[in-house]
């Protein structure tokens, strides 16, 4: 169960965030837009908002997720790869110590963005990618396995973060996109499988009660609606626009 949500409101800057899409430059105002929308299906599905206010300085801050890990007892400060989001991770402690008094920190060299690590209950997956290194990825198994939760490294091929193509909806079921579909790491799980064409979609959060999913993904609605699950659709494409998903904009916890 979740009780808690913490978001950042995109800033006069996020127009000029990272991107590795041609999807073209975001529209702050829609995005704006789509993020208090983002918020209320957060009230929906019952968690308490934290909504930080922007920051200029950082472009990509409203995607909270990459500067921790958070579970019921103790928070990991992320260290993230990129260097221009790097400070992010000053701005969202204080948030974080009012919540959380044990704290963990990945430190230099090491380098992890939340982005890259998904729980499947007392299992940590940690993937390697271009923000994430294997440093920084041994860090955080050290940390989990201290705190007595199970931990395994996995090395992305094509995604950008680990989550862009898995996600866990509880009751041992994950949503599985490209290379995670045949991955030998996630073959004990059930799997809903995204197909090809609709690969944003594996960017979905299963929070409480329901399954918070981008807007436009018919197949992947309609299979995830079938396993049982409340869906609510969300419309993304400000946020994809700069390889952002469901997941990447809020720290659930
Ligand atoms: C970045 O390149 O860092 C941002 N434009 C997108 C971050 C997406 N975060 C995530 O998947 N957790």
Redesign the pocket.
Known sequence: MFKNTIVKQPGESYIN????SDLGSPILEKALEQHEAYIEALKTCGTEVTILPSCVDFP?ST?V??TAVLTPNFAVISN?G?HT?NGEIREMEPAIKSFYENIYYIKAPGTL???DILQIEDHFYIGISA?TNLEGAEQLKQILELENYKATIVQLEKF??L??GIAYLGNQTIVAAGEFIDHPDFNSYTKIIVPPEEEYAA?CIQVNDYVIIPAGYPITKHKIKEAGYQTIELDMTEFRK????L??LSLRF
């Open positions: 965030g990272l991107t590795t990509d995607f997720e990459d993230p990129a989001r963005d939340g982005g923000r950008f973060h989550k862009t960017n700069l390889d952002g998903g997941s990447c």
